[in-house]
């Protein structure tokens, strides 16, 4: 006979299981509808390609929203971190999006922004938010094609003292980026990938 706790858990468990699948779908065909356009693009590394993923319109999207922060935060959910946040902007709403999810999934996240240069003025920071001192934090991005985003907020991360446990994307278009976090000490973590959008490397 199985416990009452097990009785009691079993389902909440199910429905959250539900709900991400839900939320997967969903998101996914959002960035399939909306967020991939075909034609002649040049990429950050200068590559050239026949389609390009704009996940901005998606992470500032009141209907992808909330998804990219429940489906992000399940995917970073078993590292034992305080924070997360990236180099703006393109981190900056995810960042915002997992934070509230964090909270309402009772597991609270502070979230952070990595400014490109430090300010020229009042305190001159580099890294906005939650204190990253002797923390430990996962780097966030939409999409990624080199890693070099991510990697420039790791180092001014590192210049601050915060411990990097991962870097964590929506997308990975699988053009090198995983391959420059890894070199780098940290774990790659994606949401999705080129297979499960139907497309191909490039």
Do not use: C
């Not at 967020?35 to 050239?48: E, I, P, Q, R």
Request: charged share 25%; proline share 3%; aromatic share 4%.
């Amino acid at each position: 006979m199985s416990s009452g706790v097990a009785d009691s858990t079993a389902p909440s468990t199910l429905d959250a299981v539900t709900a991400l699948d839900a939320d997967r779908q969903t998101l996914l065909d959002l960035i399939k509808d909306e967020a991939v356009f075909h034609g002649d693009f040049t990429l950050s590394s200068g590559k050239k390609a026949t389609y390009y993923v704009d996940m901005r319109k998606l992470t500032l999207d009141h209907r992808a929203a909330p998804a990219i922060g429940r489906i992000m935060l399940d995917l970073i959910g078993d590292l034992d971190i305080v924070a997360v946040g990236g180099l703006t902007l393109g981190a900056d709403p995810i960042a915002n999006s997992v934070l509230h999810a964090s909270v309402a999934a009772s597991r609270p996240l502070d979230a952070f922004v990595v400014r490109k240069e430090p300010k020229d003025h009042g305190r001159g920071r580099q890294i906005e938010g939650a204190d990253v001192k002797g923390k430990r934090v996962v780097v966030l991005e939409d999409t990624s094609t080199t890693g070099q985003s991510a990697l420039k907020a790791v180092e001014a991360l590192r210049r601050e003292g915060a411990e990097i446990v991962a870097v964590a994307v929506i997308v990975d278009r699988k053009t090198g980026a995983q391959a420059a976090i890894e070199a780098e000490g940290l774990e790659w973590r994606a949401a999705f990938d080129l297979d499960d959008l139907g497309l191909d490397p490039q």
